[in-house]
């Protein structure tokens, strides 16, 4: 765990002081329990999905796209 110097107001303080002696926890705990539902609840949920464990198939060669439209063209017709 890393240790934080943070700057307060002293009656921001001597209220998580108050509700930590209510609790029977630390200052510093609430403190920390209050900064991680902050972020919790700054950041958007992650809705889990099949996909997250889902390895890319593989499907076949690399195909080089034609830079020119002659090139695209000239394909085209050698197809027929």
Not at 3 to 21: F, G, I, P, W
Not at 55 to 61: D, Q
């Amino acid at each position: 765990m890393k240790a934080v110097t943070l700057h307060l107001e002293e009656s921001v303080y001597d209220r998580y002081k108050r509700e930590a002696r209510l609790r029977n926890r630390s200052a510093s705990d609430l403190i920390r329990e209050a900064m991680g539902a902050y972020l919790t609840e700054l950041s958007p949920t992650h809705q889990p999905s099949l996909l997250d464990e889902t390895e890319p198939a593989t499907v076949g060669r690399v195909v080089n796209l034609p830079v020119y439209r002659a090139e695209l063209l000239d394909d085209f017709l050698e197809s027929e």
